[in-house]
């Protein structure tokens, strides 16, 4: 007989996706999305297993570890929980709980654990000593800046998941637009994950890197002998991800010639390799990312019009860090239980002063910066908190700059601040307003008030 398995947790596609993935592997699975909802299933019958999400939007998973202690002790309780909930998953450990995993949830791992629950092998009365979640496994080489199901809570970051879940399930060609290091690799991977066609390649091209004169050979393969060089057939990459998503990362920088070849071949859904006479069939999703304006790029006809519509069926801004300052410990948490994990120590968070400039920072290289530097400062510390002084010099004298520009906001410095953020913004007011950190209705009011409305 099967295992059955509770998944409770406030995301729907996050609990949809697990229960999908269980249940291939065999489990019998049935999800809850709150707390009442959780306690309702449990008092229907009895679950081997259940994976709670330490926060809920009406309770917490401590609250269902207490009720299920009191009504079946032979289930095993598994909760999820950001960096920032490691200690209370301790805690909750000392509670009855069997273990916990930190997110983002790593599928395998998370089978590999239930089935340490099922059969017992694992023991429950883990003490607080054992503070190495078994999520944190070091990532690989060519992981996404951000892997999968990590969120912020800022209403930006809401509502770009929002769109990710939106999309996901259609077929519509993707336009991810962002900076550099925002994460556009882990959008797309994510609508991947949560589309009909997660069971099928993820393949991702960097299009900046492959030269004009083998990107015929890259994207569609070639046949041994067709030209100099090819001493064996190749696979494509439209080959490659064939009932699958292909990535286009840096669409922006494919040569004109490369975009009509492109074009052509998603327009027909065809493709013949270099030296072939027999065209193939296939059937893919694309999703493609870009740093620059591609609109621009069309009115000065650097990037094809009918590739750019082609491409744009559904576009996405990846934010960058600065824009979403509320998610900005959110992320330094989850790179530091990251960099922990791959430098094997045991930092346990931040300093009060390191908070502060995380905060203030303006993050330019946005999340692959920040990873970057928790993990240099996480190999420079020698206490368990990340103190101010292991932080690169640059990210120092940036915000000393900053305070000499004197950008905060004061009731005591109100007009002068907003004075040197307009010239510093050359004039433009939603810059200005960027940089003194408030709307552009509130700069306009202020703007009114000290008669510098420009």
Known sequence: ???????????????????????????????????VQAKEEISKGFFDVVLTDIRLPD?????????????????????????????????????????????????????????????????????????EPVSVK????????????????????????????LVAPTNMSVLIIGDSGTGKEYIAQSIHNLSKRKDKPFIAVDCGAIPKDLASSEFFGHIKGSFTGAVNDKTGHFEAANGGTLFLD?????SYEVQVQLLRALQERKIKPV????????????????????????????????????????????????????????????????????LEKDIEGFDAQVITLFKNYDWPGNLREMKNIIKRSVLLEKSNIIQYDVLPHEMKDNQGSRSNDSFGYTKGNEEEAIKKALEKANYNKSKAAKLLDIDRKTLYNKLKLYNLDL
């Open 138 to 165: 070091k990532q690989p080489a060519n992981a996404a800046p951000l892997p999968a199901f990590v969120k912020g809570n800022s209403p930006a970051s809401q509502t770009l998941h929002e769109h990710i879940a």
């Open 1 to 35: 007989m099967a295992a059955k398995i509770l998944v409770i947790d406030d995301d729907m596609a996050f609990c949809v996706m697990l229960k999908t993935f269980l249940q291939k592997k065999g489990f019998e699975v049935v999800n809850a999305y709150n707390a």
């Open 250 to 254: 840096e669409v922006g920088n494919l």
């Open 275 to 342: 030296g072939s006479n027999n065209e193939m069939q296939v059937d893919i999703r694309v999703i493609a990312a870009t740093n620059e304006d591609l609109a621009e790029a069309v009115k000065h006809g650097d990037f094809r019009e009918d590739l750019y519509h082609r491409l744009n069926e559904f576009s996405i801004k990846a934010l960058r860090l600065s824009e979403r300052k509320q998610d900005i410990m959110i992320f330094a948490g989850h790179f530091l239980a990251q960099a922990n994990q791959e």
């Open 59 to 131: 309770s917490d998973g401590l609250d269902i570890l207490k009720h299920i202690n009191e009504v079946s002790n032979a289930t095993r309780v598994i909760l999820m929980t950001g960096y920032t909930d490691i200690k209370t998953a301790v805690n909750a450990m000392k509670q009855g709980a069997f273990d916990y995993v930190g997110k983002p949830i790593n599928p395998e791992e998370i089978l590999h654990l239930i089935g340490l629950a099922i059969s017992k092998k694992g023991q429950a009365n883990a003490t607080a000593k054992e503070v």
